[in-house]
């Protein structure tokens, strides 16, 4: 069963935007209603609800907007948009029409009661092991950042350029990691920040070395040790979201995620060996 605190929590954020759905509804406004980091509400949200947060709130918006249609057929289209927050009556009619696939015209002008979809999410088994809480301590980082979204190939290509900077260098890098800053389910794909990073000696690294540099901050994490292919990786974070966090006396602290890379044989194939450590805090009852 969900932590009751998790549900309290997000059972706030919900009747807020429902008493809202007219205004401009932000991250960090909703996350601080939640008393959640910016950086893990999202999977939270979605772990609780079993939505998307930007879904929940465009479910939300067409529910009440389908309701208004049939109990005031005077309405316009421009006046329900409004009262709805869009600024655009284009980009509601859009919206409108996705999510029933009709336009707000045709509704006005239709008999038709049209059944609410349910989004169902289907997980394939993952092989994934909880290893306890650790202090990950401070690590000196030598990192590329990529602003463009989580593509495989782009993240991939990025640490291998830092493995070349190592061996050109000759200095012995310890262990690559990656840091994930925002949930696809909420940022537009190819706005999604991602750094791929490589911990190394400080002392070993030339000082005319031209390359963004870092601490790592030491902090407490959750580790799950998982093994399987890149496309199952978003899966196991919504598996340790869903099913460990939720039921935990723990909350994510307000720092992002890390994932940190361990030798692979099948690594050609896509196949990692990786901690996913989520930073966490305990719950303050």
């Given amino acids: 069963m969900t932590n009751s605190y998790y549900i309290e929590r997000i059972n706030k954020v919900i009747d807020y935007i429902e008493e809202n759905i007219e205004q401009k509804l932000t991250l960090v406004q909703l996350s601080n209603i939640a008393?959640?980091?910016?950086?893990?509400?999202?999977?939270?949200?979605?772990?609780?609800?079993?939505?998307?947060?930007?879904?929940?709130?465009?479910?939300?918006?067409?529910?009440?907007?389908y309701r208004l249609l049939q109990v005031d057929q005077?309405?316009?289209?421009?006046?329900?948009?409004?009262?709805?927050?869009?600024?655009?009556?284009?980009?509601?009619?859009?919206?409108?029409?996705?999510?029933?696939?009709?336009?707000?015209?045709?509704?006005?002008?239709?008999?038709?009661?049209?059944?609410?979809?349910?989004?169902?999410?289907?997980?394939?088994?993952?092989?994934?092991?909880?290893?306890?809480?650790?202090?990950?301590?401070d690590k000196f980082l030598l990192y590329k950042k990529i602003t463009t979204g989580y593509n495989t190939k782009t993240i991939s290509k990025a640490f291998e350029d830092l493995h070349q900077i190592a061996v050109q260098n000759e200095f012995l890098l310890d262990q690559f990691i990656g840091i994930g800053y925002d949930d696809p389910d909420y940022t537009s794909f190819d706005k999604c920040k991602y750094d791929a990073c490589m911990a190394v000696n400080p002392e070993n690294v030339p000082k005319e070395l031209s390359i963004n540099s870092k601490i790592l901050r030491e902090a407490h994490y959750a580790i799950f040790y998982f093994e399987g292919h890149e496309k199952q990786v978003s899966l196991a974070w919504d598996y340790i979201f869903k099913e460990w966090l939720l039921n935990s006396n723990y909350i994510p602290d307000n720092r992002p995620h890390l994932e940190m890379y361990l030798y692979s044989e099948q690594y050609e194939l896509r196949v990692f060996k990786v901690n996913l450590c989520l930073p966490i805090k305990l719950i303050k009852k």
């Fill in 74 to 137: 005077t309405m316009e289209i421009n006046e329900l948009a409004f009262t709805l927050g869009y600024n655009s009556t284009a980009n509601f009619s859009r919206d409108f029409k996705d999510f029933y696939g009709f336009t707000p015209s045709e509704i006005k002008e239709s008999d038709n009661i049209l059944v609410e979809r349910v989004m169902k999410i289907n997980s394939s088994e993952l092989n994934i092991t909880y290893k306890g809480i650790e202090k990950i301590p």
């Fill in 35 to 65: 008393m959640f980091s910016k950086y893990h509400f999202h999977r939270i949200f979605k772990s609780v609800t079993g939505e998307t947060l930007n879904g929940f709130i465009k479910r939300v918006r067409m529910t009440k907007a």
